[in-house]
């Protein structure tokens, strides 16, 4: 008996579907590991054609009520995703183009209808979705800057070129912004922004010349997320910090990219008033602790609550700290950049709003600094990380060389 067979015999006994999934994925991880680039569909120790016929039953085991069924779905169909984009698959009667297609549009039709329903099973559904695709999107960037060597040449089978198609077409992100709420199960709103970071990254990556076929997609899901960037500013608000640090990701994307002037000025925007809510808070001294040097602690886990003006709570850390930090680095920098190549460039959006963003940062930071040794206070946040600390030089290097550039 194959494997989906078995799975399909194991129906209604959790334990006997979890063996068999956990069998089969296996199978799957070992496939991938073997070195063999061509698989023929008969491999040894997996029927691939059985496979493809069955990819339908399988996603819907990601409707599943068992948490732990759901999760060794996702991994299986994860993996399989993976085979058929970095293995070639030698499959009669069947195009591996195509296999994908139909695997990620069942996919797709889950997650719209799962996110209709805001039950916990299907939230956990709809999560697993997100993963999978997440999960795909990196190995394909991670597959793009390795194309010069000989892992990386062959991407046109990879299922990433097919989901950016799919999300291209349907991914309604206006919407998605709807279901991030408060009242929303906070998974979703991380698996979404998560899927955001992504594009973002390939965006930055993109040879417009040379992925031709892939820069349209790739440029659309971007310009939809610059569209809504004030959906993703307004989730700062919420105070669930892997919202907060996933947003944060996003704005130090779209700043650093330096593509869009306007985009540019409103998450730098956002980001002066996420700063002033922080540096406004009641509790302003006790947040004097996190940015202590002296203080031993992991960035990633340490946090704490505080209260802003208005009497609401919102998470802070080191990390987010360094990413604000990041954010107005790479914003002042991209700026630069593009009035020295264009002293006009800002001519286009609000000089009132630009102006006011900009000597609202002068206020904060002569009102807010500890002391004209800035540098050297911010450069003791840096130490635990060096590629950390190197970045954040690098980038108080290229602000000083940029504005000589500006001052003439």
């Keep these: 008996m194959d494997f989906v067979e078995a799975v399909k015999h194991a129906s209604g006994h959790r334990d006997r579907i979890l063996d068999a999934l956990s069998k089969f994925n296996r199978a799957l991880v070992k496939l991938y590991q073997n070195e063999d680039k061509i698989i023929s569909e008969n491999y040894d120790f997996l029927d691939c054609k059985e496979l493809v016929k069955e ?32 293995k070639e698959i030698v499959l009669d ?19 719209s209808t799962s996110a209709k ?16 695709f997440h999960r795909v999107l990196k190995d394909f960037r991670q597959r793009l800057s390795l194309r010069d060597d000989d892992y990386g040449q062959n991407l046109r089978q990879h299922a990433g070129i097919q989901l950016l198609s799919l999300l291209d077409d349907q991914f309604t992100i206006e ?5 991030m709420n408060s009242d929303f199960y906070y998974g979703i709103p991380v698996s979404s922004l998560v899927i ?26 971007s ?32 700043t650093e990219s330096g593509k869009n002037v306007g985009v540019i000025i409103a998450s730098l925007a956002g980001v002066l008033e996420y700063t002033q809510r922080i540096m406004t808070s009641p509790d302003r001294d006790h947040l004097k602790n ?16 505080y209260l802003d003006s ?66 050297d206070y911010a450069f003791n946040w840096y130490i635990n990380s060096d590629d950390d600390l190197v970045n954040f030089m690098n980038n108080i290097v290229k602000l000083m060389v940029r504005s000589k550039k500006l001052g003439g």
């Excluded at 990254?201 to 440029?219: G, P, Q």
């Excluded at 997320?225 to 907060?244: C, E, T, W």
């Excluded at 996190?290 to 609550?305: G, K, N, Q, S």
């Design 93 to 111: 009667q069947f195009d591996v183009s195509e296999i994908q297609k139909r695997l990620l549009s069942n996919l797709y039709d889950i997650y």
């Design 290 to 305: 996190l940015l202590e040097p002296a203080v031993d602690y992991t960035e990633f886990i340490f946090h704490e609550y």
């Design 223 to 254: 310009e939809k997320i610059d569209s809504n960037i004030s959906h993703v500013i307004a989730l700062l608000n919420h105070k669930y910090q892997p919202i907060n640090r996933k947003v944060l990701n996003i704005l130090h994307l779209v």
């Design 196 to 221: 955001f970071n992504d594009i973002k990254k390939l965006d930055r990556i993109i040879d417009t010349e040379r992925d031709y076929d892939l820069a349209d997609s790739v440029k659309s899901l």
């Design 55 to 86: 990819q339908l039953f399988l996603t819907r085991l990601l409707k599943s009520e068992d948490e732990f069924v759901v999760y060794a779905t996702q991994k299986l169909l994860t993996q399989w995703l993976l085979i058929t984009s970095n």
């Design 310 to 375: 208005c009497g609401l709570e919102f998470s802070l850390s080191l990390e987010i700290i360094k990413k604000l930090m990041n954010i107005y680095l790479s914003s002042f920098i991209s700026l630069a950049d593009i009035l020295i190549k264009n002293e006009m460039a800002c001519d286009h959006i609000s000089t009132d709003n630009y102006c006011y963003v900009i000597s609202e940062i002068i206020s904060l930071c002569k009102v807010s600094l500890p002391s004209t040794d800035f540098v």
């Design 175 to 179: 919407k998605i912004f709807l279901q």
């Design 117 to 132: 329903d805001k039950q916990r099973t299907c939230m956990r559904t709809l999560e697993a979705v997100l993963e999978i």
